[in-house]
């Protein structure tokens, strides 16, 4: 998919100007129009599946990226001292919600998870500003399905001596992601379930 080279007109600056359950509305619709395929796929949990939800073009989409900032900031609690997540599906999540935090008056850093440790430097998992201990961190995912993803990185967190409470994820496939963090005693919410998307994307002809 290309992109217009020409000027924004108000009515495609929507991700910046529209109130939440507009800016929610349409953030489903892009996720219906660019993410959501149907046909056989193989997920990375090594489950097949009927269909696939490819967040990143979504989550690297502009008004994309923008409209889950803006919907992401208001979920965190108040004693957010940075978001993080494992990559690379977290990393244009927590740097959306960053940088929409300076706007909302709320300084919220973010912190990528690598899936192993760096082979050289500091030999670091976690890329990001060094916070102070027991500093509450939320997870961030694009698309739970088992919630191994967002386990992992919720573990290195808390093994880095960060407190971790909560994820947040974009799209819950409802295949045990949920049962997984509770079990782990994690809060879980997510921007939309599979079947909201499911039932939209008919809604769109699709």
Not at 30 to 59: M, P
Not at 80 to 101: F, H, K, N, R, W
Not at 129 to 147: F, M, Q
Request: with cysteine; hydrophobic share 40%.
């Amino acid at each position: 998919m290309t992109y217009p080279t020409e000027t924004l007109t108000d009515s495609d600056a929507w991700s910046a100007t529209a109130d939440l359950t507009t800016l929610r509305h349409n953030l489903l619709d892009l996720f219906c129009q660019r993410a959501y395929q149907e046909g056989d796929f193989v997920l990375s949990s090594g489950q097949s599946s009927t269909y696939y939800i490819n967040g990143k073009h979504v989550t690297l989409h502009p008004q994309g990226a923008l409209a889950i900032g803006r919907l992401l900031c208001p979920l965190l609690p108040t004693d957010t001292q940075a978001v993080a997540g494992l990559t690379m599906g977290a990393d244009p999540i927590v740097t959306a919600v960053s940088v929409v935090s300076v706007y909302e008056n709320r300084l919220i850093p973010a912190l990528i998870i690598r899936k192993e440790a760096k082979g050289y430097g500091t030999m670091a998992y976690i890329e990001g500003p060094t916070l102070p201990e027991n500093a509450k961190i939320v997870v961030l995912e694009d698309v739970v399905t088992t919630g191994q993803s967002a386990l992992k990185a919720v573990n290195r967190l808390r093994d880095a001596g960060y407190v971790v409470e909560q994820v947040i994820a974009l799209v819950d496939r409802l295949q045990g992601g949920a049962e997984l963090y509770q079990a782990a005693g994690l809060k879980f919410a997510a921007l939309f379930s599979i079947t909201e998307i499911q039932a939209r994307y008919r809604e769109l002809g699709n």
